[in-house]
């Protein structure tokens, strides 16, 4: 090699060398432990971006590092195949979806090799491959054999002018995206999965991962959203046999509701809308607004009154019906008891139609209540509420329960926010669903034998239509059960079902004929999942579900699918998310060209701890590439030296200590504190300062002195063992240039396959440690100690010294402030 650092070349070699040995491919069952390191697999759009780019290398670091510490890493990478920007593409500039699939990850594999990332490439999976989605398919009929899959009417998007169902993201601003009409709700059936079903385990199995950001647990818990209360009766005053149920978390203020609101969607406003124009009007105009819940608490309250009362179920009181646009129809019962005096959105919408306010809380504390402005929310104690009056919500609640559960009024209920999970998309690039419709026989699964439906990729679109629905080479078939003319599902899943269960297909590498089998449970769950904080609730919940129906089914052993999860901040430049609508992107492919991959790898890692975003910086590259220059020109100016040691000491050299050079064995100790702390920063993955580790070991190598006593200088010995030191934390960063000088300083065997360097052994601990000890935060005196004593020693130390006594003189001490390391302040 040269002495001159050509990152080009060093990284090609290394490339070539690691895949002539196939260093990366994983095998189970071997006497090491396992560790599976998987980064959330990219949708193959096209090329790799600046985000792609930092994940798979935080990835990679771990990966490596897990391997040097002897474990038996496994780190897959695959591709996200289906979803619509193919089709898009394939609309706009007429290649078929596959083939644009195809050559798009071609590329962008090619652009991870380019970046060195160790991926067991023997394991790729693409998702569009029959050979993955039959498996699918076949699970998709066993959860219908189960009774965990059903269809039912759902709304959608409908374009009246292009007469089809877009997605959300080809709705741009209640438009349809190529049409540009008014889009339209419509009902249509849908498949949907049973996901409420595992409402409870999902949420109370996040109490099993701590390893998990706690950001994302709650962010789950609130998506699945856990609701205790209770489903009350309300008699309609027109007909006493009937009722009306709504759902409240608040009974407490049972005897504050002053009128009933129902959903536009609800029966009740239907059969109230016949014979009331108005009514009808209004119901037809909530019909095309999708609201969003989040966007219930700011929407602008509106609503008609249906002219219907209902009783109260305890004063007997008659309380107006209304239908309110701020009410969902699938979510509780679809109607609520309004309590404006404590409730915001029924306090707005109670202000706005000027219906009655009753308080029935009074504030904790007593004090009086402004209704001008806002509800009172919280609980307090109760008034105006018959003998509940004087208790506190708390007490309140069970009891007023208890009260309509005898009466036949109500029952205690627990609702989920969580909806169970609809699979069907009206979209051609996607899994064929695998079932049959029969005038007969009503809809019947594809029997196991004639798996997979493959999804013709040969295709011409025309519009943006899928494709299948004017196939009826597709479409046409036999029904299996009565052998009558029946016709295939022309829709296909959502692209989240594949991307449930990639992470187990990994570790079952060229399985043809189940769709897991035992290596799943060898190399489940996933050590480390890394990806980023936007899939935070549907993808991470839909994949635990996914994985737990998969255990149901005996096809893995474990409850949860990853064991730790990180979540990697964006890539930003000027202060905005990267992105191509904003212009303002950085080609990683440019980059590596310019100053190659170790450099673009080591500048996305020491430019932010892994889970903060990160700003992009021209300078910051430049620094990573200086970093990588000077410690090959270190390398090579030591070149002799090292080899000499290495030749003449194949093990650590016994030094004679006792003799040797204090300020030589200040730097050894030095060195293996920076080793430490590099060792607990890869551990809680603040990857950025382990770069500052390794800049810390360079500058300390290029101070060792010579000794003054030249028998016992040992200047050559601790370059060498530094710069093994430095090679071996550092290769999982940059992995190409460490492997490189690894070799040219003859260090023996693959970089790739060293351990992780030995740590401080007893000769260089520092022993004692002086601390420095304040009163008042006036320093007042220093003490030695053991290096490891705890702060009940330190303290003890500190108490007795001379110095501090005399100060002190009998004072009684408020508390101690221990700085590990630094000082400890006495508080008196
Ligand atoms: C009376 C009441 C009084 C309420 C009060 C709140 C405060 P979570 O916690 O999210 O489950 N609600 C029930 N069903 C609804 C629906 N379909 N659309 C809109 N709002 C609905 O919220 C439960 C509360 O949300 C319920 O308790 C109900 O209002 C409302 F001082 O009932 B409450
Ligand atoms: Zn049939």
């Given at each position: ?29 071997t ?38 510490l ?10 996200d ?11 706009q ?32 999976i ?9 498996w ?10 189960k ?13 009246p ?44 199995d ?14 789950q818990?609130?998506?699945i959203?856990?609701s ?21 978390t ?45 966007e ?32 969902v ?6 109607a ?12 707005e ?23 001008s ?65 029969c ?95 936007e ?21 893995v ?40 991959a ?5 500048f ?8 903060q ?5 021209d ?30 000491y ?55 002195p ?88 330190i ?34």
């Amino acid at each position: 090699m040269h002495e001159q650092y050509d990152p080009q070349k060093i990284e090609e070699n290394a490339q070539k060398t690691w895949e002539e040995h196939a260093c990366f491919q994983a095998t189970e069952y071997t006497n090491k432990e396992k560790f599976y390191c998987l980064a959330m697999f990219p949708y193959p759009s096209g090329r790799l971006h600046m985000g792609h780019t930092r994940v798979y290398t935080i990835g990679d670091v771990i990966s490596r590092y897990q391997r040097m510490l002897g474990k038996n890493v496994l780190q897959p990478m695959g591709w996200d195949g289906f979803g619509l920007p193919a089709e898009n593409a394939a609309i706009q500039n007429k290649i078929p979806p596959a083939e644009w699939t195809y050559k798009n990850i071609g590329f962008m594999r090619n652009q991870m090799k380019r970046l060195g990332l160790g991926f067991d490439w023997s394991r790729e999976i693409t998702t569009c491959d029959p050979n993955y989605y039959r498996w699918e398919q076949w699970f998709f009929i066993k959860l219908y054999e189960k009774g965990f899959v059903y269809k039912k009417n759902a709304e959608v998007n409908w374009d009246p002018v292009d007469q089809t169902v877009l997605a959300n993201e080809q709705v741009v601003d209640g438009r349809g995206w190529r049409s540009g009409a008014l889009v339209e709700r419509r009902e249509i059936p849908q498949w949907f999965f049973k996901i409420t079903a595992y409402a409870d385990e999902l949420l109370n199995d996040l109490d099993k991962l701590p390893g998990w950001p706690e950001q994302i647990k709650a962010m789950q818990k609130n998506w699945i959203g856990r609701s205790e209360g209770v489903e009350v009766n309300f008699t309609l005053s027109h007909n006493q046999n009937e009722h009306l149920t709504i759902f409240t978390t608040r009974p407490d203020t049972l005897f504050g509701v002053t009128y009933i609101a129902i959903a536009p969607q609800h029966e009740l406003a239907k059969q109230a809308a016949n014979t009331h124009p108005a009514l009808q009007q209004f119901l037809h105009e909530c019909k095309n607004i999708k609201v969003a819940e989040a966007e219930l608490a700011t929407l602008e309250k509106r609503g008609l009154p249906t002219g219907l009362t209902a009783v109260h179920p305890i004063t007997h009181e008659p309380l107006p019906i209304w239908v309110a646009n701020f009410v969902v129809m699938d979510y509780g019962a679809g109607a609520v008891m309004a309590v404006p005096a404590h409730d915001q959105r029924d306090f707005e919408f109670a202000q706005h139609y000027k219906l009655p306010i009753k308080q029935v809380i009074l504030p904790a504390d007593q004090s009086e209540w402004d209704f001008s402005k806002a509800a009172y929310v919280s609980p307090g104690e109760l008034i105006n509420s018959a003998q509940f009056t004087g208790l506190s919500s708390e007490k309140a609640a069970p009891q007023i329960i208890t009260l309509l559960e005898n009466h036949d009024k109500g029952k205690a209920k627990i609702h989920f926010r969580l909806r169970d999970w609809s699979i069907s998309r009206q979209r051609y690039w996607g899994t064929p669903i695998p079932i049959i419709n029969c005038a007969t026989c009503g809809t019947v699964p594809v029997p196991e034998k004639d798996l997979p439906v493959i999804l013709p990729e040969q295709v011409k679109f025309s519009g943006v239509t899928s494709p299948l629905k004017s196939m009826p080479e597709f479409y046409e078939i036999e029904c299996p059960n009565c052998h009558q003319q029946a016709t295939r599902e022309t829709e296909t899943f959502d692209t989240f079902f594949e991307s449930s269960w990639y992470y187990a297909r990994f570790a079952c590498k060229k399985q043809e004929t189940a769709m897991l089998d035992g290596r799943a449970n060898y190399w489940l769950p996933v050590d480390q999942y890394i990806g980023g904080v936007e899939h935070a609730v549907m993808h991470l919940l839909y994949a635990r579900f996914i994985h737990k129906a998969l255990r149901d089914e005996g096809l893995v052993n474990h409850d949860e699918p990853f064991t730790r999860l990180l979540t990697q901040g964006h890539v930003l430049k000027d202060g905005t998310k990267m992105s191509k609508s904003k212009g303002n992107v950085v080609d990683p492919e440019m980059l590596t060209t310019r100053y190659g991959a170790d450099t673009v790898r080591l500048f996305v890692i020491f430019a932010a701890p892994p889970e903060q975003n990160l700003e992009w910086s021209d300078s910051g590259v430049e620094g990573a590439y200086r970093f990588l220059k000077r410690l090959w020109a270190f390398g090579y100016e030591h070149k002799n030296a090292i080899m000499h040691q290495n030749h003449t000491y194949s093990t650590d050299k016994a030094i004679d200590w006792d003799h040797s050079d204090p300020k030589q064995r200040d730097i050894l100790r030095q060195l293996y504190d920076i080793l430490d702390q590099i060792k607990y920063d890869y551990e809680r993955l603040q990857l950025n300062t382990v770069v500052s580790g390794c800049m810390k070991l360079l500058n300390l190598l290029t101070k060792v002195p010579e000794a003054t006593d030249p028998d016992n200088d040992y200047q050559e010995y601790i370059i060498q063992q530094g710069m093994k030191m430095l090679l071996s934390v550092l290769s999982p960063i940059a992995p190409h240039m460490t492997h490189q000088l690894w070799q040219d300083l003859r260090f023996p065997g693959l970089l790739l396959n060293a351990c992780w360097p030995k740590g401080n052994s007893i000769a260089f601990k520092q022993d004692e440690i002086s601390l420095v000890v304040q009163i008042n935060g006036k320093l007042r005196s220093r003490i030695t100690v053991a290096a490891d004593a705890n702060q009940e020693i330190i303290e003890q130390t500190a108490l007795t010294d001379d110095k501090v006594k005399q100060i002190m003189s009998g004072k009684i001490v408020k508390k101690c402030i221990l700085v590990p390391g630094k000082l400890i302040n006495i508080v008196i």
